[in-house]
């Protein structure tokens, strides 16, 4: 199984501040016929399910506010919230779907500080 | 648009089989190129995917589980199902059902179904 590990584990951040979370997976999740990395990010608030935000390490779902962007390759990636808002409270987690069994990471839960 | 809701009994005992079935609505389980999914969450921890299911009724499962777990498709009621059998207090979470697609996805999701093992 890729094991896919965030940090940190929580992260008190001010309204209007940037917010980075880092995830590292355990192998690659670079695959190297198309140049794609399997990395998705999701969100999750109280009592919800999560909700995808980024795929492909980069790429924004529809209707996701542009200050959430994802980067990195490889092994190591990060989830960068360029200015906090007060609904962006919630538990973040790192997915790579490069080879089943999928697995997260432990989940970055971020406040306001 | 889909929609996708868990159902099933909130309460197992140990050892007993732990069985829950998700409905799919507003749109046909037989669409498209999905993959109906099954998804764990224990209380304030991860999410652990379980295993998934296609249309044609093929399967895919956690090593961590495959010996325990079942998941099923019926085409006809718009539902696919998950049973774990053996289960402990460590099987205790709610249980996510959800569609992947796009080779990229899991979306929709359901709202969760806890589940508690406990005699």
């Known amino acids: 199984d890729i094991v896919m590990t965030q940090s940190p584990d929580s992260l008190a951040v001010s309204l209007g501040e940037r917010a980075t979370i880092n995830c590292k997976s355990s192998?690659?999740?670079?695959?190297?016929?198309?140049?794609?990395?399997?990395l998705a990010w999701y969100q999750q608030k109280a009592g919800q399910p999560p909700k995808l935000l980024i795929y492909?390490?980069?790429t924004r779902e529809s209707g996701v506010p542009d200050r959430f962007n994802g980067s990195g390759s490889g092994t190591d990636f990060t989830l960068t919230i360029s200015s906090l808002q007060a609904e962006d409270v919630a538990v973040y987690y790192c997915?790579?779907?490069?080879?089943?069994?999928?697995?997260f990471g432990q989940g970055t839960k971020l406040e306001i500080k | 648009q889909v929609q996708l809701q868990e159902s099933g009994p909130g309460l197992v005992k140990p050892s007993q089989t732990l069985s829950l079935t998700c409905t799919v609505s507003?749109?046909?389980?037989?669409?498209?190129?999905?993959?109906w999914t099954w998804i764990r969450q224990p209380a304030g921890k991860g999410l652990e995917w379980i295993g998934r299911?296609?249309?044609?009724?093929?399967?895919s499962y956690n090593p961590s589980l495959r010996s325990r777990v079942t998941i099923s498709i019926d085409t006809s009621t718009n539902q696919f199902s998950l049973k774990l059998n053996s289960v402990t207090a460590a099987d205790t979470a709610v249980y996510y059902c959800?569609?992947?697609?796009?080779?990229?996805?899991?979306?929709?999701w359901g709202q969760g179904s806890l589940v508690t093992v406990s005699s």
């Open positions: 997915q790579q779907y490069y080879s089943t069994p999928y697995t």
């Open positions: 299911v296609d249309t044609s009724g093929a399967t």
């Open positions: 959800a569609r992947w697609g796009g080779g990229v996805r899991f979306d929709p």
């Open positions: 492909w390490a980069s």
């Open positions: 507003g749109g046909s389980i037989n669409t498209g190129s999905y993959y």
């Open positions: 192998q690659t999740v670079l695959y190297s016929s198309n140049n794609k990395n399997y």
